[in-house]
């Protein structure tokens, strides 16, 4: 009911701008009334009087002996139910309790333990690479951002605008390395142009004008409706100035725009005219791709790339599959990025039973001030890095300038979202035919 009556004075309060000559452009923008996020944030006292983020562990550790409760973590990995067992070794007087839950799960079971008043988490750990925990719960209050000052100096203030980061991730491309049906000389595209190669603009599809087959990529993904990959998408929408120079760099001449007569925009797809990552998206949904029911059997069909060149979109950690002997590897340096920033974030639930326990915990996981007091390492694993300037994942064993990953903008993302899986099914539908 709180998150009602909250979208209600929202929508109110839009309204009301927009009779008063303002503008609501591009996603989610922050008011007055609604939680500061980013380093502005860092210096906020809380609501309670408390100056939460200047605090050191030794003060959280004694405010959260007081509080008495047990401290629980909703989280969907397994290392933060090991670091859950590395911190109550360092402070035995706390208690801790891990709730494992699925990544599309969790956002739900916050919201309806808020909108019953019985709060049961104190700490929420998930990625949010399309923006809805910050649109849907950051916004609302629902959680809250802790920003420990200490260790946000160092923190690249970009990954601070949506929330408290706690590591780096992506969704990458996969391609084959092998000699024989791959590129053993390193990444085979240099842009996301590249991918879409053999898209005619005469036929606008991949057929020439004698009906022959033109598309150059067999293309293996997982649901391009899921969050991870929609937003990666919108992400590319949102960056169509970039993504159009990057065009007229690679094959020195404009973009032609394909797409416009096929937009059938309504209250459920809303995509701009004119946009180079639309059109990118237009000639990616006319291809003929595989979509897989996992990351596994995705990159398994690259590896095996039995019908000539292949390229695969799932998740950076899929790459373990080469201790299996998989000739696979992630495709990085795109122009004019290689993939969106897919950070995990960590947060306090709002009036929950252990705030300070909470803070405590986010700020051990995340290394104390000087990186060495807690267990940030605890996630470093394949795939990740660290977004520390002062400690440094080795388990990726490249480094993240070199990834080549965009910072999301969460606010003009969730403008296109939706939209993404909506002309999804309407134009791959098309291309079926």
Not at 301 to 319: H, Q, R
Not at 392 to 415: C, H, R, W
């Amino acid at each position: 009911m709180k998150k009602i009556l909250a979208i209600i004075l929202s929508i109110l309060m839009v309204g009301a701008i927009a009779a008063c000559g303002g503008a609501a452009n591009g996603g989610s923008q922050q008011t007055s009334d609604q939680p500061k996020t980013g380093v502005e944030a860092i210096d906020i006292i809380g609501e309670d009087g408390i100056d939460w983020n200047h605090m050191t562990q030794e003060e959280l550790y004694e405010m959260a002996k007081k509080e008495g409760g047990v401290i629980k973590i909703y989280g969907t990995t397994t290392d933060a139910n090991t670091a859950k067992k590395k911190i109550a070794r360092d402070f035995p007087d706390l208690e801790f309790e891990f709730v494992q839950c699925d990544t599309d799960e969790i956002k739900g079971m916050i919201e309806r333990d808020y909108d019953a008043n019985k709060i049961y988490a104190d700490v929420l750990l998930v990625k949010d690479s399309s923006g809805e925990i910050y649109n849907d719960l950051v916004l609302y209050d629902i959680v809250k951002v802790y920003y420990p000052a200490e260790i946000c100096k160092h923190m690249n203030p970009d990954l601070l605008q949506y929330g408290m980061p706690l590591y780096s991730t992506f969704n990458p491309w996969f391609y084959n390395t092998s000699a024989d049906k791959g590129s053993p000389d390193g990444v085979p595209i240099e842009s996301w142009w590249d991918i879409v190669k053999g898209y005619n603009v005469d036929t606008q599809s991949y057929k020439d004008a004698n009906g022959n087959d033109t598309q150059y990529w067999h293309i293996y993904t997982k649901d391009i409706k899921a969050p991870s990959y929609a937003a990666l998408w919108a992400q590319l929408i949102v960056d169509s100035d970039a993504l159009r120079a990057q065009y007229k760099e690679q094959y020195g001449e404009d973009l032609v725009i394909t797409y416009t007569d096929k937009l059938q925009n309504d209250s459920f797809k809303n995509f701009p005219e004119d946009n180079a990552g639309v059109e990118l998206f237009w000639r990616f949904s006319q291809m003929k791709t595989y979509e897989l029911r996992d990351g596994d059997a995705v990159v398994t069909a690259v590896n095996e790339s039995v019908n000539g060149p292949t390229l695969g979109l799932c998740s950076a950690s899929k790459l373990d599959n080469r201790e299996m002997g998989m000739n696979i590897a992630w495709v990085t340096g795109l122009s004019p990025y290689t993939s969106q920033d897919a950070a995990a974030y960590v947060y306090v639930v709002s009036g929950c039973d252990n705030p300070a326990g909470a803070r405590l915990y986010i700020n051990y996981i995340m290394g104390g001030e000087d990186g060495q007091h807690g267990c940030y390492t605890t996630f470093d694993k394949l795939g990740h890095w660290s977004v520390r300037d002062d400690v440094t994942y080795q388990k990726s064993g490249i480094n993240y300038e070199e990834v080549g990953l965009k910072a999301p903008d969460f606010g003009k993302i969730f403008e296109y979202y939706s939209s993404v899986g909506s002309y999804w099914d309407l134009w791959s539908s098309w291309s079926k035919k």
